[in-house]
């Protein structure tokens, strides 16, 4: 366990760039005492948006020079080729120089991606980096993986997802053994395609807590602690679900501003619909992993607010402090092992 | 336009039977005075729901005598092979012999594709049949095929979904030129997998009011009339979607049972909460299309109350009376006319 975690901030990323993520990385600073970390971008304007910050928190924090900005419309190939000096690139390279223990960034999805499996390297045994992120169930939250890193998975892949899963939940929520669901169109064995059907052969003769097929609305029930799946499929399922619980919030939101009445029911009603409207809100969820590397890359939501890209700092310091990507290869390599003398 | 449809249920099928189909066919008799159906089943059990109902809607159903039952775990395969006297069976053979012109179902959903596709045959020139429905968007609904008919799809398999879809909502929803969006990942044209991107050309060099790459939370923002999706995607969305529906309708109930003060907020809330939440009732999108067939069958969900069973029977006499299937054996041909000139 890391006592003093380092954190790389691509600062310039992101829709909101420094205007939002200096003040998250100054609370950040408060929640987390022992926390350092290095803003990535412009001097110039960062020391802008540090000027007024309380010097006991100014003083963790070190501003590192990167001359250009992915876009959020850049390729990953021409991210990767054309932006070696962006910050979010220099951030990924801090982690590869041992200067950080991870990286944040609220850019280009698919650029990041790209970068941090080219800086990075994979964890031997581990085919394909995956994007996880936990999203709320009706008794807590679930972890899905993958949410788009990966389409045309194979049985292994998805078998290799539902190990980084498991470890990434034991880590992460401190569950001894969480149960894996693999994501289907029905709970009989004869549904679905053969990729999945061949994935949960796999995940029966494993040492996972494999609970067996689940389906779309699982991702809701709390039915188990990790759903693995493609990366189309989880993109898809991940986006349909946020788009309902927005236009059922946006659909409330109406009702109870409609007139003078239901303005009176929506402050009597406050305190619980504010408790359930914590429990879904996507900021506390935001912060997906990219499993799968030999370093801890964190992706924040590209149009998070203060409060969100805290809690993407928040999921890069849990996963410094319970080291996940050497328990991942730690597992990961058992798993050789066994394979070898089976 | 068939001025006096008959349509062919299967009274024993789903969860409730003939407790809640019965009924459900009286009403349908009532809302459509021109409507005539055959009630396919055990014909002692069917004249005991029948024995109370008026004589009015009595003398327009007649009872044809099935000796069976699809169970809900019967495999298609099994159910084709063995179940030849089943109450499912029996309504699409009615179909297929022109004594009913459809046939709905709250059956074993792979049997009763497995049927339809052995029984009626498929359109000529469209491979595998899909199942489509309509679902509730910020604006109005939204078609989505296919929900899980097919895995596996290729790209061509896509495009004609996209035919039939276009075909249906053009005939059931009377939009001149319906826009069809594709299910990605992304918006951008480098996301997705060799199918989609493939089907996307298809799309683009076509009639069809092709508009390019939607993504999952687009299943709610009306952007587009028609999604088009593989079986296992649309499928794994759609259920995503009724789950977080779900999940928040329940939270939002247990916020107004709290106490006394909320439920009171719960009355003065109540008629826009009610007409949102009737927008949303999934009853009201009851009843989903089997389209490449050389007939109708629709199918309800298994757990349909009597108001989501009379809207598949609805939904089966737009369809009638639309003539969908030979709209899209129609567009088909002319698609493959054009193929051979060009």
Request: some cysteine.
């Amino acid at each position: 366990m890391n006592k003093k975690p380092t954190i790389a901030l691509d600062a310039m990323g992101g829709d909101h760039g420094p205007g939002v993520i200096i003040p998250a990385a100054l609370d950040s600073l408060s929640n987390h005492p022992n926390l350092n970390l290095i803003l990535v971008g412009r001097e110039d304007v960062l020391n802008r948006y540090l000027a007024d910050s309380p010097s006991t928190l100014r003083k963790r924090i070190q501003v590192h020079y990167a001359s250009e900005q992915v876009e959020m419309d850049d390729s990953p190939a021409k991210a990767l080729r054309a932006k070696k000096d962006s910050s979010m690139r220099v951030a990924i390279n801090l982690v590869k120089e041992g200067k950080a223990d991870a990286g944040v960034s609220a850019g280009n999805t698919g650029a990041l991606m790209a970068m941090a499996k080219y800086v990075l390297k994979m964890i031997h045994g581990i085919d394909r980096p995956a994007i996880i992120t936990a999203i709320p169930s009706i008794r807590g939250h679930t972890y899905v993986l993958d949410l788009g890193a990966n389409v045309d998975c194979t049985a292994e892949h998805l078998f290799q997802f539902a190990v980084m899963g498991y470890e990434q939940v034991r880590a992460i929520e401190d569950i001894e053994n969480p149960k894996v669901g693999l994501l289907n169109i029905g709970a009989e064995v004869t549904k679905g395609n053969e990729q999945v059907k061949r994935a949960a052969k796999l995940l029966a003769d494993s040492h996972l807590n494999f609970v067996g097929y689940v389906e779309g609305n699982d991702l809701c029930t709390g039915k188990v602690d990790i759903i693995v799946a493609d990366g189309f499929v989880g993109n898809v399922a991940l986006k349909a679900s946020e788009g309902v619980a927005k236009m059922i919030s946006h659909s409330i939101k109406q009702a109870f501003d409609r007139n003078l009445l239901t303005r009176l029911a929506g402050l009597l009603t406050l305190p619980v619909l504010q408790s359930f409207k914590r429990h879904i809100d996507p900021r506390r969820y935001n912060g997906a992993s990219f499993l799968g590397l030999r370093g801890i890359v964190i992706k924040s939501h590209g149009n998070a607010d203060r409060l969100a890209f805290a809690n993407a700092i928040k999921m890069a310091v849990l996963e410094i402090e319970k080291g996940v990507p050497m328990r991942i290869e730690k597992r990961v390599a058992g798993i050789f092992a066994e394979r070898k003398t089976a």
